[in-house]
């Protein structure tokens, strides 16, 4: 059974990601897969004990408060783990971090990755423009508290840095995953011996000087690659737009 973190700031769509991936594992390859979405846990958890401070703010509650209620949930996830023991793989979804009025909050404690004992983190990324888009509809957001585009850019890269770190000091290994990475070949990562690539070449000159090439690369060429290794594509991500 493997077990891992998976982290991605507010809007970035990893638990839609997640459970898109367990629909593909569980129905092409007959792999079972269990998501834990972290946050609804810790709302359901909230439900539970009839906390009368909670609503979407969840945030502007005691910090103490806030990480007893991760703790709970955190709880659940590993009873999970004993409870489901032959599920292939389990995905705990969480944030690394989260930026709230000015504040940078921790979304895990190094005590609660101990006790899960991940066998590896991966961290999404999307679009900033469309990260943006997503927060404004989301009613925990208000124009005094919404990450503006430059405010999200960089809630994104320390959201990264904060699970690079994390994994280092765990001694596991990070994947950088991009909320548009081809589901089938996302999967190979976790249920193939495929090898992993990162796909690099001279974007920027090639779209300038031959675009004709750049489409060829990211079309028959890039999927001629993911069906022999596991391809991480930098124009996955579009924020160069």
Not at 23 to 45: A, C, F, N, P
Not at 107 to 129: A, E, M, T
Request: hydrophobic share 40%.
């Amino acid at each position: 059974m493997q077990k891992w973190i998976v982290t991605g700031i507010s809007g970035s769509d990893r638990i839609e990601l997640l459970q898109e991936l367990k629909t593909y594992s569980e129905q092409k390859l007959g792999k079972q897969v269990v998501v834990h979405d972290v946050g609804q846990l810790i709302r359901d958890e909230c439900q539970r004990t009839r906390n009368p401070l909670i609503d979407e703010r969840i945030l502007d509650v005691d910090r103490s408060l806030l990480a007893c209620l991760r703790s709970s949930s955190l709880k659940d996830v590993r009873l999970s783990f004993q409870e489901i023991p032959k599920a292939d793989i389990h995905f705990v979804g969480v944030h690394a971090s989260f930026r709230w009025r000015n504040r940078i909050i921790p979304g895990i404690s190094f005590q609660n990755l101990l006790d899960l004992k991940p066998n590896g983190f991966i961290h999404v990324h999307r679009n900033v423009k469309d990260i943006l888009e997503k927060n404004k509809k989301n009613p925990k957001w208000d124009e005094e508290t919404l990450p503006n585009l430059e405010q999200t850019q960089e809630w994104m890269m320390e959201e990264e840095f904060i699970t690079e770190v994390l994994a280092e000091v765990l001694n596991v290994p990070i994947y950088i995953v991009s909320r548009d990475h081809n589901i089938q070949n996302l999967a190979d990562l976790f249920f193939s011996d495929k090898k992993r690539v990162y796909l690099s070449y001279p974007i920027t000159e090639i779209r300038e000087e031959n675009p004709e090439l750049l489409e060829k690369i990211q079309g028959p060429i890039l999927q001629r690659l993911e069906k022999l290794f596991v391809v991480f594509n930098p124009l996955s991500i579009q924020d160069m737009r």
